[in-house]
């Protein structure tokens, strides 16, 4: 028992540890409420909510009308869990940043690589997360809504999207780091 | 009351794996893709492991049914890969 709260309370887990938590996770969500995990589909549910208060004429189309319905969805709930999950495995082991100084800006290697300016870290993240999004939404889900939930169920369009994912990551790993790789 | 907390309790683990496996740092995501640190391959395929022969398994026994396998769009998945996968090294998330 002892061993199992110091394991929880570790910052790193083996990811084959972790692996096995996600894999549960995934049979539970199926088992209990017949539902893919996923992260990326309840933004577009949000952007759909707030695009018909604000555009409704722009948001009826046949994307945000069928395909993503705007709404409270299941997705958008276990977003919320998520959320709080990350905060929850950061606090048990120490590393929660929230509120400290240079919490928006705390990774080493990012800071090697693209400095310490705070706004360059915003920028990135900003300008990436609309790539991800847009891709997700093409591809009909992210690494969890379709390359791990997908993948389980054996869907080739799972191992399609990885094989995409890695073509292009290693792809740009190699133009921003250059020499360094 | 249970489509609202499975979904939240769900998404609690989900997230907690997440973070104790360290995906929501940086430099894991972004190593992965430079191959010296492969802990996202290793979380993701374990993770894919288990939950699969789970699921096939459970089906088998006539415990569940599959929900709605992800449509195939060859071009759409390939592209949307493709495109998802730049924006992953640019942020690692």
Not at chain 1, 114 to 117: H, L
């Given at each position: 028992m002892k061993y199992i709260l110091n394991y929880i309370r570790k910052d790193e887990w083996s990811p084959y540890v972790a692996g096995i938590l996600l894999g549960l996770v995934g049979i539970g969500a199926v088992w209990a409420s017949d539902s893919l995990l996923g992260a990326s589909g309840a933004f577009e549910n949000i952007a759909g909510m707030i695009g018909k208060w604000i555009a409704p004429a722009a948001f009826d189309n046949m994307y945000f009308n069928f395909i993503m319905p705007p709404g409270i969805s299941y997705g958008v709930l276990m977003l919320i869990g998520l959320f709080f999950g990350g905060m929850i495995g950061a606090a048990t082991s120490g590393t929660l940043l929230w509120g400290k100084k240079g919490a928006a800006n705390s990774d080493a290697q990012w800071k090697r690589i693209?400095?310490?300016?705070v706004w360059k870290r915003w920028v990135l993240a900003f300008i990436g997360a609309i790539i991800l999004e847009y891709a997700a939404g093409i591809a009909g889900g992210c690494t969890s809504g379709l390359a791990i939930s997908g993948g389980m169920l054996l869907a080739p369009a799972a191992f399609l999207f990885i094989m995409g994912m890695f073509a292009s990551g290693i792809l740009t790993a190699l133009i921003i780091y250059r020499k360094n790789y | 009351m249970t489509t609202v907390v499975l979904p939240l309790v769900f998404g609690v683990f989900f997230g907690f794996a997440l973070n104790k496996a360290g995906l929501t740092k940086y430099h894991k995501i972004v190593n992965v893709f430079r191959f010296t640190d492969l802990a996202v391959l290793k979380f993701m395929m374990t993770a894919l492991v288990v939950s699969m022969s789970g699921l096939y398994a459970l089906r088998g026994l006539g415990l569940i049914e599959f929900p709605n396998v992800p449509a195939t769009y060859i071009v759409g998945n390939l592209v949307g890969g493709l495109i998802f996968g730049v924006g992953m090294a640019l942020t690692g998330y």
């Open positions: 693209f400095g310490p300016q | -």
